[in-house]
């Protein structure tokens, strides 16, 4: 039996966090393999650091060291420590040395290279923590372990086969001599042997890509939430935890608004019905949410109600539209150049409307105006937006379920401005202004949920 156990950033986040982690390992049973972020606040100092454009890269430097030795003295000692700070001194001279290369910047997956320099800190961190306990364990940086990943900079795709491969080669030996692999997240190494990463939040993708890559029994995914809830209790504070789950509500919840997993965890294990737990190392006792590849055994109409807000909807008019399936397929070509995320596509006879965040507006603007101004009648833009996903097993199969999500919407008096319906069997979303957000939330949640 194979466990896959990945961390985020807080349950690695402080001394008293990584003894809490380590003790979840260690108490786990089989064969473990255990995927990583960097500290809380790790990554983000070091983007900041690259985005100030700032040349002080001691004091930058200064900053992951000082809090990283401190958790290190803290909770090791003798050559145990010594071990470590020989190792952690190597690759913080490898980091330093990055930042000072003038020439590296040019390339384009520096920023990939720095921005996932906190998982080798953090891997080799708990290594030698679980290694203090007694357990056999070693550090992996996604190179050594074998991960390989395809696509542009800062949005990496794992190539599976080549991961299984490599993972066969280099973790599973480890795996059947009782050691505890520790891998980094959030990135691969591409063809050409740099690193590549999966986007910010993509080490739970990571630990999704090492459970497909052995073919593992299970995964867990441990973080600073019990599980998903059927709506955000900070919008609804009545609401409830949600035990088991199908892939598909999972993933249409991660995707438009649950903030518990990232969106792409869910394909890599789907493809191989490796169950999914989501659990909370901050309260190891609560059994989580266990999301699987058979229906639950509820049968609500809705399971959970999430909300994305700070949209906006872009309306391109065009002259009969609906018959020009190369204009349309235009409008698209300039939205992926743009390399903005579209949330919701509506289509009439002479408009297509695009869902889109608020910060990728402009950018998606400016790639629409360079389409041919003969073909485009106007684009307008509707902005303060808020999509609510409303979640529920075969729920687009119950007949009328549209009609009874509408009527709560108009309960709490908000105008639907775009529909998206049918492109899933386990979700119903739409649009409605920011400021009706939260009371189009709470209604759908007192009505079909907290029933």
């Excluded at 807000?309 to 992926?336: F, G, Q």
């Excluded at 609510?388 to 919407?409: M, Q, Y």
Aim: aromatic residues 6%; proline residues 4%; negative net charge.
């Amino acid at each position: 039996m194979i466990t896959v156990l990945k961390f985020g950033g807080t349950s690695v986040g402080s001394a008293e966090a990584i003894v809490r982690s380590a003790k979840i390992i260690a108490g786990s049973e089989g064969g473990r393999v255990v995927v990583v972020s960097a500290m809380s606040g790790v990554t983000n100092h070091l983007i900041q650091f690259l985005e100030t454009g700032n040349d002080r890269t001691d004091d930058a430097v200064s900053v992951l060291v000082k809090k990283h030795m401190d958790v290190a003295n803290e909770l090791l000692s003798g050559k145990l420590l010594n071990s470590f700070t020989e190792e952690f001194d190597d690759r913080i001279d490898t980091l330093r040395s990055l930042l000072n290369d003038r020439e590296a910047r040019f390339d384009p997956y520096f920023r990939d290279n720095i921005s996932s320099q906190g998982e080798r800190l953090s891997t080799l961190l708990l290594s030698h923590v679980l290694r203090s306990a007694g357990r056999e364990s070693v550090a992996l940086t996604s190179e050594e372990a074998g991960i390989y990943a395809t696509g542009p900079p800062g949005l990496g795709t794992a190539d599976l086969d080549r991961t299984s491969a490599g993972l066969m080669m280099n973790v599973r030996p480890l795996i059947s001599r009782n050691v505890i692999p520790i891998i980094t997240g959030f990135y691969g190494r591409n063809e050409d042997n740099k690193p590549l990463t999966f986007g910010r939040g993509g080490s739970d993708y990571s630990g999704a890509v090492v459970a497909n890559a052995l073919d593992a029994d299970c995964l867990e995914i441990w973080t600073d939430v019990d599980g998903f809830m059927s709506a955000d209790p900070r919008i609804v504070p009545e609401a409830i935890m949600i035990d088991e789950m199908n892939f598909g509500e999972a993933a249409e919840l991660a995707y438009f608004g649950a903030k518990v997993l990232h969106p792409r965890t869910i394909e890599p294990v789907r493809m191989k019905h490796i169950p999914l737990k989501v659990r909370n190392s901050f309260r190891p006792d609560r059994p989580g949410t266990l999301i699987h590849n058979l229906r639950a055994p509820k049968n609500e109409m809705l399971r959970s109600v999430a909300m994305k807000a700070d949209l906006s909807i872009i309306t391109v008019s065009s002259s009969e539209i609906a018959y020009r399936p190369r204009m349309v397929a235009r409008i698209i070509e300039k939205i992926a150049d743009a390399g903005v995320i579209l949330y919701a596509i509506s289509t009439s006879l002479s408009t297509i409307a695009l869902l889109v965040h608020n910060l990728d507006v402009k950018e998606t603007l400016r790639h629409l105006n360079r389409l041919d101004p003969v073909d485009i009648e106007r684009i307008d833009v509707k902005s303060n937006m808020a999509l609510i996903c409303a979640v529920g097993d075969d729920l687009l199969r119950r007949c009328g379920v549209s009609a009874e999500i509408f009527g709560a919407v108009h309960e709490a008096d908000a105008n639907v401005e775009l529909i998206s319906e049918g492109a899933s069997d386990v979700s119903l979303n739409f649009v409605v202004p920011t400021d009706k957000a939260v009371a189009v939330v709470r209604s759908l949640h007192n009505k079909f949920v907290g029933e």
